[in-house]
């Protein structure tokens, strides 16, 4: 925690003091999170928590996997995490765990998980701070990237078989399917809600209550023209009037009222360098 500096031409009796508030701070936090047992990662024990900023840590069938941060409610950016792994294949919730740890208001939040990442970084551990598990929607732009086999959305794409709480049965508008299908989705429907125009009043029927979301992709699918695809990529799904456009990491495509499965690309060359953008949205 502190260093003495000598001057090489000055006498033994004077020395530089320097005290590394960062290391103190690295080291005390890795001991406060290292004695905490780690809980099942469900709503119930989420709820249990303060609406207060801190860091946290998950566990994957007892491995520590990853290490983030939240600016003002902890509680509410796990359940980001615990949504998200609900929705993906080779993956259960039942699998995971977590730990936290409180952060006065007056120390960002931020800074902690900064010091971590780097120490845990440094012993091998937290493999999911760069795999792209803590990344957002990408964005348009980024919709034709080519992503890394290490990659989380790769390792644990969409689920379709996941029941969707809440929808059906009955006939909805176009426009409050997709609506109310995004909101209740565990990974991100994107599409070109603008454009939609007269397409939007289409009726659909939904034929029972809680369908998969592979049904309710089905079902939009032919609702929708033929100028519309919706795209299935590994870790979301878009939809845009761009007619049979290919993406690489696309899986499966609904072209004219049909789904069609293709193979997606992946870049077997390289992995993930840069850690994970762990915004708070």
């Not at 209740?184 to 599409?191: E, G, I, S, V």
């Not at 979301?236 to 609904?254: Q, V």
Request: charged share 30%; glycine share 6%; with cysteine.
């Amino acid at each position: 925690m502190t260093q003495q500096l000598k001057w090489d031409d000055e006498p033994s009796h004077r020395a530089e003091f320097r005290l590394s508030i960062t290391k103190a701070l690295k080291d005390q936090l890795a001991q406060s999170l290292a004695e905490l047992e780690p809980s099942p990662l469900s709503m119930e024990r989420l709820n249990e928590l303060d609406k207060r900023g801190g860091i946290y840590q998950l566990y994957h069938n007892e491995h520590f996997v990853y290490v983030g941060k939240a600016d003002k409610n902890l509680p509410q950016r796990i359940k980001i995490h615990l949504k998200k792994i609900s929705g993906r294949k080779n993956i259960s919730i039942d699998e995971m765990k977590f730990t936290c740890l409180y952060v006065d208001e007056d120390f960002p939040a931020v800074a902690p998980e900064k010091l971590l990442i780097a120490k845990y970084r440094e012993r091998g551990e937290i493999p999911w701070n760069t795999n792209g598990f803590g990344n957002n929607d990408p964005g348009r732009q980024r919709d034709g990237t080519i992503i890394p086999a290490n990659h989380f959305d790769v390792l644990h794409p969409i689920n379709l078989e996941l029941p969707v709480q809440g929808i059906g049965p009955g006939k909805l508008p176009l426009r409050k399917l997709l609506a109310e299908f995004k909101k209740q989705l565990p990974y991100n429907f994107r599409y070109a809600l603008k454009l939609l125009g007269p397409m939007g009043d289409v009726e659909t029927t939904i034929p029972r209550a809680d369908p998969s979301a592979g049904e309710i992709f089905s079902i939009i699918g032919k609702a929708i023209t033929q100028e519309w695809q919706i795209s299935l990529l590994h870790g979301y799904a878009i939809m845009y009037p761009e007619g049979k456009k290919d993406y690489p990491s696309a899986w499966r495509y609904y072209r004219d009222g049909n789904p069609v499965d293709v193979d997606p690309q992946v870049d077997q060359a390289h992995e993930i360098a840069e850690e994970d953008s762990d915004e708070e949205s």
